[in-house]
């Protein structure tokens, strides 16, 4: 079923195998849609579920495994750092993320990185969940939910809790929303600084594949309690001039699906010549 877009960005994803609500801005072609039980077969391959969707910025194409759970919306755990760095910046919690530090409270968490004092810049590198809690709080409810609004990000709802809203809230996101928000990020056009988008890109984590360069963030549900359930990876992928944004999730059922989170990006990014 082709699918048609009305919104407000570039961007046509498939959801529920139905038309998704609106996603794009006046005058951009509509996007092509492809569904690739291929790409699904990677998560069966490794024993798990999963999904994984990829926005080919210059053909205007958008490739799904699926068409039920890349529109299923869940919590977003640790992807949430990109936009809570954002929001960081834009209300002066932090000014430098290089230079502004979080000491560590002396708290002992079975992640050893997360174990010492941070910058932004390392606190995002190491997803270290504590840190971003205190950003958070520092943030406090009111601004949270101003800015969650205005970013139009997943459900909007911070219930929960002001440092818990994301890991084990009400806060939900589908991997449509996470491609939307990612895309308007890549672009430098959400509704906050130029600065602040500027700095938020250039501080996620990249790795390189072959002469690609994958710009990601992670997520694991239950990493902080030492109970992975959920993973996530979202970003965008350069191949030369070509761009691709992408968001993929997975059921973490044993400890190895933590790692394969990146290697099923790899495969999937490739399987789709994006890398």
């Given at each position: 079923?082709?699918?048609?877009?009305?919104?407000?960005?570039?961007?046509?994803?498939?959801?529920?195998?139905?038309?998704?609500?609106?996603?794009?801005?006046?005058?951009?072609?509509?996007?092509?849609?492809?569904?690739?039980?291929?790409?699904?077969?990677?998560?069966?391959?490794?024993?798990?579920?999963?999904?994984?969707?990829?926005?080919?910025?210059?053909?205007?194409?958008?490739?799904?495994?699926?068409?039920?759970?890349?529109?299923?919306?869940?919590?977003?755990?640790?992807?949430?750092?990109?936009?809570?760095?954002?929001?960081?910046?834009?209300?002066?919690?932090?000014?430098?993320?290089?230079?502004?530090?979080?000491?560590w409270d002396g708290v002992v968490r079975p992640i050893e990185a997360w174990n010492?004092?941070?910058?932004?810049?390392?606190?995002?590198?190491a997803s270290a969940v504590p840190v971003y809690?205190?950003?958070?709080?520092?943030?406090?409810?009111?601004?949270?939910?101003?800015?969650?609004?205005?970013?139009?990000?997943?459900?909007?709802?911070?219930?929960?809790?002001?440092?818990?809203?994301?890991?084990?809230?009400?806060?939900?996101?589908?991997?449509?929303?996470?491609?939307?928000?990612?895309?308007?990020?890549?672009?430098?056009?959400?509704?906050?600084?130029?600065?602040?988008?500027?700095?938020?890109?250039?501080?996620?984590?990249?790795?390189?594949?072959?002469?690609?360069?994958?710009?990601?963030?992670?997520?694991?549900?239950?990493?902080?309690?030492?109970?992975?359930?959920?993973?996530?990876?979202?970003?965008?992928?350069?191949?030369?001039?070509?761009?691709?944004?992408?968001?993929?999730?997975?059921?973490?059922?044993?400890?190895?699906?933590?790692?394969?989170?990146?290697?099923?990006?790899?495969?999937?990014?490739?399987?789709?010549?994006?890398?």
């Amino acid at each position: 079923m082709p699918l048609v877009i009305h919104r407000r960005h570039a961007l046509g994803l498939i959801a529920a195998a139905t038309i998704l609500p609106a996603r794009a801005f006046a005058n951009v072609a509509p996007q092509r849609n492809d569904i690739r039980e291929s790409l699904a077969k990677r998560f069966t391959d490794v024993g798990t579920e999963g999904t994984f969707v990829g926005y080919k910025v210059e053909d205007y194409l958008v490739i799904a495994s699926d068409a039920m759970r890349s529109g299923e919306a869940k919590l977003p755990a640790s992807t949430f750092k990109v936009a809570n760095s954002l929001i960081a910046l834009e209300t002066g919690v932090v000014q430098d993320p290089d230079k502004d530090v979080f000491k560590w409270d002396g708290v002992v968490r079975p992640i050893e990185a997360w174990n010492k004092d941070h910058t932004m810049r390392s606190a995002i590198a190491a997803s270290a969940v504590p840190v971003y809690q205190e950003i958070a709080r520092r943030i406090g409810e009111a601004r949270m939910q101003k800015f969650v609004d205005l970013l139009d990000y997943g459900n909007r709802n911070i219930g929960g809790g002001i440092d818990q809203f994301w890991l084990t809230g009400d806060m939900r996101i589908d991997p449509v929303q996470q491609v939307d928000f990612i895309d308007r990020l890549r672009r430098g056009v959400l509704p906050v600084s130029k600065r602040s988008q500027d700095l938020v890109r250039d501080i996620v984590p990249t790795t390189k594949a072959g002469a690609s360069v994958i710009h990601f963030k992670s997520g694991l549900l239950g990493a902080e309690r030492g109970d992975p359930s959920l993973g996530w990876i979202v970003g965008w992928a350069d191949k030369g001039d070509a761009e691709t944004v992408f968001a993929l999730n997975m059921d973490c059922k044993e400890p190895r699906h933590v790692a394969d989170r990146m290697t099923l990006t790899q495969a999937c990014l490739s399987d789709i010549g994006a890398i």
